[in-house]
């Protein structure tokens, strides 16, 4: 469900980047096809995050919510129970993906839980969260045990071991 940034297609749908997405740096913000609400620049700008950024302003689109779109943003975030984890800045960047159609890129949980009970598909801005680094270990074929060490066959039951990733979550 979650895609990854390197595959979204920014020619065909429109990515509103949150604050984070932004200091992030792994997004190419002179790209076309950004879009952002006036509150991420300002919170940006005012160095609340207390990094200094360069934006080629020119090509990021600055977009205000629509009314309607903040009003449904703030009734899912009060039925999913994530409204007293988001400020204005979060409910706005929702509220222009779900008006544009677009993809939301954030690493905020209750923006990604609020985004996904709206429909709007969302992306994670930094690539460690996304599970690119997988730290293998080894499953007996047999039996199941897991060994950190790669070893020729299981000193329990005799079988195979195969690749096996850690820390595999299931996604509901
Ligand atoms: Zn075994």
Not at 5 to 10: A, E, G, M
Not at 29 to 48: A, M, Q, W, Y
Request: net charge positive.
């Amino acid at each position: 469900m979650v895609d990854t940034i390197d595959r979204i297609d920014n020619k065909t749908r429109p990515v509103i980047l949150d604050t984070s997405a932004i200091l992030s740096g792994k997004y190419d913000l002179t790209s076309n096809g950004i879009f952002v609400p006036s509150s991420v620049l300002d919170e940006i700008r005012k160095g609340k995050i207390g990094r200094l950024v360069s934006l080629s302003t020119d090509t990021i689109k600055v977009i205000e919510p629509d009314p309607k779109y903040l009003e449904k943003v703030r009734k899912a975030a009060v039925s999913t129970g994530d409204i007293d984890r988001m400020s204005n800045t979060d409910i706005d960047a929702v509220a222009l993906a779900l008006q544009l159609s677009g993809i939301l890129v954030t690493d905020d949980y209750s923006m990604q839980n609020t985004a996904v009970a709206l429909g709007v598909e969302v992306s994670p801005a930094s690539m460690k969260k996304i599970g690119k680094i997988i730290k293998w270990t080894y499953k007996c074929t047999g039996c199941g045990r897991i060994y950190t060490k790669k070893i020729s066959s299981c000193p329990i039951c005799g079988h195979e071991l195969r690749n096996y990733p850690a820390g595999i979550r299931k996604r509901t």
